[in-house]
């Protein structure tokens, strides 16, 4: 027979109420998943999501999580022996036990690769009871960084994990996990949240500015965690806006300037899913105001840039131009050659 404790549904995140009220039901029974799977873009708070569900199934309080007592804190601090995050390492990277950690991640965009070493690691490290909770609680992030070897290692490790073991995978999409190993998880698909919530987030808790807050909460996209990152480094608004800039000279130049800016742009590799993604923004929200559909814009603190190319641009170029950046940003998770599909891309932007 198993007990029943005390979960909490209060977990004191912002947003993801529906998974927190199913996962503490799950946790209560003490007959949880042993695995589960948080699917949704970054920075949507997937991470922040499995820190809870870790410290609800290892939180030494009667009512769980507390937030408060030691256990709680050690893994709110990625300092819980018994809870450990597991992430990809920089292409290239020898994964030694003894080589120095990889370093954190440059940008939400930087390429990764999750190696069968570092499964084999976490393999033995779950072999051994916990040391002083109550599970060994092994957080894996981004898992469709796992290449092919380490997710075939991995996926042993789920058909028949030890019993005192709770794995929690997060990624993109559940769509680029090998299906044996999503089919073998609990799946919570994270959903952005409401402007709105964002908004008044940033505005409660983080004390940002109200003209500052609307703007970050647009350009999120429902992604909280991009959205505090950005109130807190203004170099990822201004990254946003130098993209923009450099949208708006190529649509000022001619071929030959354009083949020498996607030359430059081409050098800038790391940089490139996050500037196609703004462009994407950009000509999204151009189509909307085409349609009429201002108030659903993203980039609100450019609509008067934006009208100007509703205007200047038809409805077809715009769309076909969202096509084409859509089509890019495709193109370059396949490893094709980052200048060509840039000079392709910028030749077929619309002219002057
Ligand atoms: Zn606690």
């Given amino acids: 027979m198993t007990a029943r404790v005390d979960i909490r549904e209060d977990w004191a995140l912002i947003g993801h109420d529906w998974a927190i009220r199913a996962l503490a039901r799950s946790v209560a029974t003490e007959r949880a998943a042993h695995a589960y799977l948080f699917t949704g873009p970054h920075a949507i708070g997937k991470t922040m999501l499995a820190r809870k569900l870790a ?39 020898k994964f030694d036990e003894k080589s120095p950690p990889a370093p954190p991640r440059a940008n939400d965009w930087e390429r990764r690769i999750l190696k069968i070493d570092q499964v084999r690691a976490l393999q033995h490290d779950v072999s051994r009871a916990p040391f002083e909770g109550r599970w060994k609680i092994v957080i894996l992030r981004r898992f469709e960084e796992a290449n092919e070897e380490a997710a075939n290692a ?17 990624a993109r999409d559940a769509s680029l996990l090998l299906p044996t190993i999503a089919s073998r998880c609990q799946v919570f698909a994270l959903r952005p949240l409401a402007p709105a919530h964002i908004e008044t987030a940033l505005i409660d808790k983080w004390r940002a500015d109200p003209e500052s807050a609307r703007l970050l909460a647009r350009l999120s996209a429902g992604r909280l965690g991009w959205a505090v990152r950005a109130h807190e480094n203004r170099a990822l608004l201004d990254a946003r806006n130098q993209y923009l800039d450099e949208l708006n000279g190529a649509l000022a130049e001619g071929r030959a300037e354009r083949l020498v800016r996607a030359e430059g742009l081409a050098k800038k590799n790391d940089d490139l899913p996050e500037l196609l993604e703004t ?3 950009w000509w999204r929200d151009v189509v909307l105001v085409q349609n009429g559909d201002g108030s659903r814009i993203t980039n609100v603190d450019r609509e008067d840039a934006l009208r100007d190319h509703a205007n200047r641009f038809s409805l077809e170029q715009a769309q076909s131009t969202l096509q084409a950046v859509r089509a890019t940003a495709r193109y370059l998770t396949q490893n094709v050659n980052a200048r060509l599909a840039l000079e392709v891309l910028l030749l077929n932007l619309p002219g002057k």
């Fill in 55 to 93: 410290q609800a199934l290892q939180c030494t309080s009667e009512a769980r999580p507390c937030g408060q007592c030691l256990t709680c804190q050690k893994i709110a601090r990625d300092r819980h022996p018994d809870v450990q995050i597991v992430e990809g390492v920089p292409v290239g990277y």
């Fill in 154 to 170: 991995f996926l042993k490790t789920l058909e028949e994990p030890p019993r005192h073991t709770r794995l929690i995978l997060t």
């Fill in 279 to 281: 462009w994407l923004g």
